[in-house]
C-alpha cells in the first residue's frame, strides 16, 4: 500500500517515485498527501474562477502552486492553512489527484509535464509579481493549465499542445521577471564575490527572493551585521542597486544540498526566502527563519510585514566568527565570479563574435541547471574541466557550484566560465543565444552552442519545456531521465527534438566536437 505518491524531483526513490513514509527530500507522507490535497483544491478553483483580473485567485494559485515546489514547505499547518483559504475562495472540495497519478501512463505523464511546468512559472511569477511585475496572459495560463489538469476527458490531443503552451507562457514569465529584476535592481555587472566570511555578527541569506533580500539589506544597514549570500542568491553581488550596500559582504558555502553540512555550528542566523530548505538539524535548528511560501515545524516565520527584527537580534546574539573564516568552492577556489547576464555579455557581443570568426572560440556549452545530492552530478565538474580551451561555459542556476570556482583561463579578455544567474535568468541564456543567431544570420540549432543540463526540481521542467518551445534540439540532460515522462513521450522528445541522456564527459565531448 502506498503511503504517498510524488515523483516531481530528479531524486525520486528508486527513479520511480516515492511511496513510502517519507520522500527522499525528507517530505514526510502526510505532508506530501496535504500538498496534493492543495493542488486538487486549486484545481477546483481554477475550474470555477475563470476571471483572469481576480488578483485574490490569481495570488491564491501562485502561493499554493509555489508551496508545492520541492523543498519549500514542510509544515503541515501552513499547508492546511492555505487548503482552507482556497477551499473557502471555492466554495469546493479537492479534485482528487489520485485520478492523475492512477491514470494511463501517457496522460499522467503529460499532465505532469503541465503541472511541474505551472509548479515552476508559479515561482518566477511570484518573484515578479512581488516587485509589481504582473502579466494577464501569465495569470489566465494558470486557470487554464489548471482546468486542463483536472479534465479527466482530456487525451493526448488536447494535452501534448497545452505542455508546449506552457513552455512558451513561461517564455513571458521569465521575460517579465528579467523585467522586474533589471528594472529594479539595476543590470547585473561582472562581479568577484569572495567565500572568506568575515569577523563579526553576520546573516546568510538562502533562496532566490532578491526583493527579501533588498528589505534585509535595508533593515540591517548601519547595524554592525553582514550579510552573505548562500545558494541560489549568489547572483544578487551583480546588481548595482544591492551591490551599493556596503555590508553585502560575500557568498556562504556551496549548493542548497550541502547546507545540513555547512550549516553546522554556524555562529549565525539564516533566512530561507524560498525553496531550497532541507530537513532542519538539531545543530543550528534555533538559527534557521522562513518567509514567504517557505515553512518549516517549529521555525520562526516572517510574515507578510517583512520585519526581520527576529532574525537581526539572532545574529547579533551569536555575534559571528571571532576571526576571518576562510571558506572554499568544492574545487578549492577562493572567490567566484557572477553578474553575466545578457546586459553584460551582449555588451560586449563585438569581442564575442569576432573571437568566434577568427577561431579563438569554437564552441559555446550551456552547463547549467539544479544541483542536487544523487551521485553522478560530478559530470559536470569534468565536463567544464575537460572541454577545450577555445570553448566557452555559459552557466546559470545552482548547479554551477559543482564548477564555478574553476580557473579555466581566458579567452579574449572574458573569463571561460561566465555565470549568468541563477534559475530564474534562464531568458539570459535564450537572449544571448537568440542574439548570437541574428548576428550570424542562422537558426539557434545552427549555432556552435550545445546545452548540457542538469534538473532537480520543477523550475528546471518548465525552463526544458521553454527551450522545447523554442525549438531547441541536441540538448543532453541528467543525471537522470525525469521517472514521470512514459516511454511515448520520452520517444517523442529524442524523435522530435533529439534530446539526449547524459553518458560520460568524454563521450559527450567527443561526440559534439566531433574530436
Request: aromatic share 8%; with cysteine.
Amino acid at each position: 500500500m502506498k503511503n504517498m505518491f510524488c515523483f516531481q524531483c530528479e531524486q525520486t526513490a528508486g527513479n520511480i517515485a516515492c511511496t513510502a513514509r517519507a520522500g527522499v527530500c525528507g517530505k514526510q507522507d502526510h505532508t506530501a498527501n496535504l500538498q496534493d490535497e492543495l493542488l486538487g483544491s486549486l484545481i477546483r478553483l481554477a475550474q470555477k474562477d475563470t476571471d483572469t483580473t481576480d488578483k485574490r485567485v490569481i495570488d491564491l494559485i501562485l502561493d499554493g502552486l509555489f508551496t508545492t515546489v520541492t523543498n519549500v514547505s514542510f509544515d503541515d499547518d501552513s499547508i492546511r492553512g492555505k487548503i482552507d483559504t482556497v477551499q473557502k475562495a471555492s466554495g469546493a472540495g479537492a479534485y482528487s489527484m489520485i485520478n492523475i497519478w492512477e491514470a494511463d501512463e501517457d496522460i499522467r505523464s503529460l499532465k505532469s509535464l503541465i503541472l511541474y511546468g505551472i509548479k515552476g512559472m508559479a515561482a518566477y511569477a511570484y518573484h515578479a509579481w512581488a516587485l509589481g511585475f504582473e502579466d494577464e496572459t501569465v495569470s489566465g495560463f494558470f486557470l487554464k493549465a489548471l482546468d486542463a489538469i483536472g479534465n479527466d476527458d482530456y487525451g493526448m490531443d488536447e494535452l501534448l499542445p497545452m505542455v508546449l503552451k506552457t513552455g512558451e507562457v513561461n517564455l513571458l514569465c521569465m521575460e517579465l521577471l528579467d523585467r522586474a529584476n533589471t528594472e529594479t535592481y539595476g543590470t547585473p555587472v561582472p562581479t568577484t564575490v569572495p567565500l572568506a566570511i568575515e569577523k563579526g555578527p553576520f546573516i546568510v541569506v538562502s533562496g532566490h527572493d532578491l526583493h527579501d533580500l533588498h528589505l534585509l539589506l535595508e533593515q540591517t544597514k548601519d547595524k554592525g551585521i553582514n550579510i552573505y549570500t548562500h545558494g541560489e542568491m549568489l547572483p544578487a553581488h551583480g546588481y548595482p542597486k544591492l551591490k551599493a550596500y556596503a555590508h553585502l559582504k560575500g557568498n556562504f558555502g556551496t549548493a542548497w544540498q550541502s547546507q545540513q553540512k555547512e550549516f553546522i555550528d554556524i555562529p549565525a542566523p539564516v533566512l530561507f526566502t524560498t525553496n531550497c530548505l532541507m530537513p532542519v538539524k538539531e545543530n543550528y535548528q534555533d538559527r534557521i527563519f522562513t518567509t514567504a511560501v517557505v515553512a518549516y515545524p517549529d521555525m520562526i516565520h516572517i510574515g507578510p510585514d517583512k520585519d526581520f527584527t527576529p532574525v537581526i537580534e539572532k545574529a547579533l546574539e551569536l555575534g559571528g566568527y571571532k576571526e576571518i573564516h576562510a571558506m572554499t568552492g568544492i574545487n578549492g577556489g577562493s572567490t567566484v565570479m557572477t553578474g553575466f547576464g545578457h546586459g553584460a555579455v551582449l555588451g560586449v557581443a563585438d569581442k564575442v563574435i569576432e573571437a568566434v570568426k577568427d577561431g579563438a572560440i569554437k564552441h559555446f556549452f550551456l552547463v547549467g541547471g539544479c544541483d542536487g545530492a544523487r551521485p553522478g552530478r560530478n559530470y559536470y565538474t569534468e565536463f567544464v574541466r575537460q572541454a577545450p580551451k577555445d570553448t566557452m561555459i555559459l552557466t546559470l542556476a545552482c548547479g554551477k557550484y559543482r564548477f564555478n570556482d574553476l580557473d579555466i583561463g581566458e579567452i579574449g579578455g572574458l573569463p571561460r566560465i561566465l555565470d549568468m544567474g541563477q534559475c530564474n535568468d534562464a531568458y539570459s541564456a535564450i537572449k544571448v543565444a537568440l542574439a548570437l543567431a541574428d548576428a550570424f544570420e542562422c537558426g539557434v540549432n545552427d549555432l556552435p552552442l550545445t546545452l548540457v543540463l542538469s534538473w532537480y526540481e520543477q523550475k528546471a521542467v518548465c525552463i526544458l519545456l521553454t527551450l522545447l518551445h523554442l525549438g531547441i534540439k541536441n540538448m543532453l540532460l541528467g543525471p537522470t531521465l525525469p521517472a514521470f515522462v512514459s516511454p511515448n513521450i520520452l520517444s517523442f522528445l529524442r524523435e522530435n527534438y533529439a534530446l539526449t541522456p547524459i553518458s560520460t564527459p568524454e563521450d559527450d565531448l567527443k561526440r559534439i566536437l566531433g574530436a
